[in-house]
């Protein structure tokens, strides 16, 4: 090893990505006072809600929306519990679990190649507050660490198994040698409980790829073996220009339905501020579609398993099938609270309100 | 209220739209003669399954079609059932139903902004012929009536709930202020059992989107809780031209696969006369894929949730996923009885015979 | 009868295509040595892998991929029979089984136009070694022999329907008269057991299409009452470039999840030489979608249901839906053992090793 260096970050850190959103909206409430108000609570400033709340622009003042919305009496019975339930799974969220996927992924230059090491191995993990269930992981995370390079770049990533069975890790979107293609007994033997296998190749092409088990798969990849390999090109100018880098990566097995490993209302929600163009990588590796629909903004959809598109277009329902990527520009031009979600309604909302596939764009002045 | 306007129609009214075609079509039947004979009864003419059926344009008089349609002594056991079945399934079609949903809702201009009124309340529903089921409603309509306004026009929407339980009403493609999206505490409080709350926002963007309960969705929207939101783009030349204007809605909860809220051979054929241009608008609320087939005609695909698609395509076969809105024209330039139905077959026939999303466009000389 | 035509192809006679594979590929094994080997024996050459193994191209010396991999004792337990199961499978591929469906059906022009003859019948149908289903069949394949004329050609089908119930065969994807469609009931009557009915019609619009039966479906074609229908235009140019011409059809009822009727290990893989371009006509009969995923090469998507699309994309997953067509050219540009499976892990793999919807393509130096 003859340095250690910080991978290739194609933006400018995200100093309100993934991981500070949980400190800045960890005490997020929601609340109603008499008129219309969502109350949020962020450690550093207001957020986009709030805002919203102090100003309705859209809505003149003469108009009482809340006009007889407390004018009957409640019912007894589910409805009300509903609600309630409701109410308490939006007031929790974004909820505090233990474990946070998807972390940048360090990696050190040796022999000519950028090194990355991953760790098989059964990990409990909490999906949704005191819900914990046995998954398999990579590096203790659900999803697996980012691994990120440049287009061109030599990868070499070792692969430690302290699973107690065999695996075999596949680059998925990626044009490897197909010794390196990580398929076992047709390109490899499989990697046995606590051994170490190597693979090595040069990262192409560019774009939002995958990295997952290719061995007893349903289950592996299913609990959590799987991971984003995020392949930066070497002409930034093939893709469009974006302030914010975002992963979305379903998933429907481990506890369910899951947005980044967490169920609503664990999920962290996405956060921009008025104005900036945010760069969603949608990534499917359950075992159905999720048409995932984005309120009140628009998708400019400009990738498909990396490949930039021909004809980008618009579009607010974005259906993801497994093993696909899609690559989204969203402008942030319309400050709110903006739900988020799976609009297989199934999937993220029943009777005890809304649940799994659920986060929000919160997008503030 | 000052003054009392019929709603903006883009294109001229449609005298055998999806209300007309239930008379026109009421007493429709099918037989087979000694030759291959498809005898349509139309009210006001003949319909294009009866000019087929008398000028088999394409069949060369020397080719027998019912060679030895008849040379076989019937086997007894379920195929005679499922022939039995299946003709009087389709003699039967368009079968008369009680309730038609899809009725264009009627609004007045109060104090500058177009006002629409809907009222949530549980309804009985009759699906297919003696089939009456629970559902939800607006306006006692599945789905819901018709709403339409003229991109960047003021919309105001007063919805009233008498269900036993609370809701609120998301205006799914549209891009309002944050506090009119509609999801209960995230952007405003459920709407209560017995109150009215008021949504106001500016109509846009342009295409073909839907409104549904955010609240309780998955059983609320599953039973009923749905309608279409027709933005009328203020340049009309974003638009191809179109000679009708025609919904498909799919849904999957409430008395299994539905179009436009009826199964077959309830559903309401589309129909057309030789070189119409119809815009279909395919919109699904269900929660499952539904790949909709149209035979003998084309798809001319060319928006996308209500966005225009910058490469527009031809197919015969369309994946609408849950959310999704497409829109396409089809040129009736074949006559004929086409049927018109979802892919999955499961979804359209069974050993009693077509059900569920099948109806089809009649195309008459 | 007048005279007893080849049907007409498209490309030069493919000497190594769907059914020579299974002479080639027939004595294939897969083993690995002391250093990741990939053995392969084909009757005529060595195929791709094998080259792969003895020049591991990507892969510095240096790198011992197997560095630990038979560092541990193996724990007794599932993960071991996993192994063994899938070792077997991997082994096993391709591995014979009666029955080989896409034959090309020959036809004879009697009258001015090309006729064909389809025979419908029950049929024990080998799905993997052993496992033998009831299936329904045209002309005792599954799926049905390809049907392929040229675009403005005269088609005559004569179906002898040979079941124990009526039938009817539908052109999907064909713009047929009304009265050619295939519908019993709605545009026919159904063809009984015993009798035999004649279809005429133009071929029309060119591209990758479909015949199936339209009665009692769900059950007919789940079955496999189903084959392609090619129509080759007229004008090649509208086509890209190829060099071999390939059938994918999915379907997800009869024995399972089968690939051009089979499930693994008895799918047949595709083979191609270094730079090859191979046209694959993915068509889904199935009643779910399923996403193809190639591994290490692209999918240049040039058609949908036939029709070429103003903006070809690239892709490396390729969700089909029921009643789809995609048209796609790989470039055979990396020699290797590609996986080319459903990305729904479920149809592809699980305890017992891969299964179903799992193929390869081999491409040889």
Redesign the interface.
Known sequence: MDDQVAPPVPEPPDPEGIFARRTLLGVMG?A?GGA?G?AVLGATRNL??AA??AA?????A??????????????S???VD??AQ??AA??AFPAKTRGIGLQELSSTVV?GAREFRLTCAPLQWEVTPGVVVNGLAFNGQIPGPIIRATEGERI?VIVQNDL???TGV?W??Q???????G????????????????????AG?FGSHMYHS??????Q??LGMLGPLIVVPKERTVDPSFDKDELFILNDALGGFTINGKGFPATAPYTATLGQRIRFRFMNEG???H?V?L????FEVFA??G?P?????????L?V?????WDAIVVAD??????FHC????H????TGMFGMVT?LLVSA
Chains 1, 2, 3 share one sequence.
């Open positions: 929601v109603f219309l969502v986009p809600v919203a709340a309705p622009t859209a809505t003149p003469a108009v009482d929306h809340s006009l007889h919305a407390a004018a009957s009496p409640v019912p019975g589910s409805p509903h609600d409701m109410e939006v007031t022999d070499r107690a069975e065999s596949h998925h979107g044009r490897v040698p197909s010794s390196q293609d398929v076992p007994f047709l390109t490899q033997p499989p990697i046995k409980p606590g051994a170490t296998y190597v693979y090595e190749f040069t092409p290719h061995h007893n798969a349903t289950e990849v299913g075992q159905g579609i048409p629909h309120h009140g903004l628009t498909r398993d490949y598109l021909p004809a980008p277009f618009r579009c607010d329902t259906n099938a497994p093993g696909e990527r319309a400050v709110g609270a903006w739900a609009h297989i309604l199934g993220a909302e029943g009777r929000a």
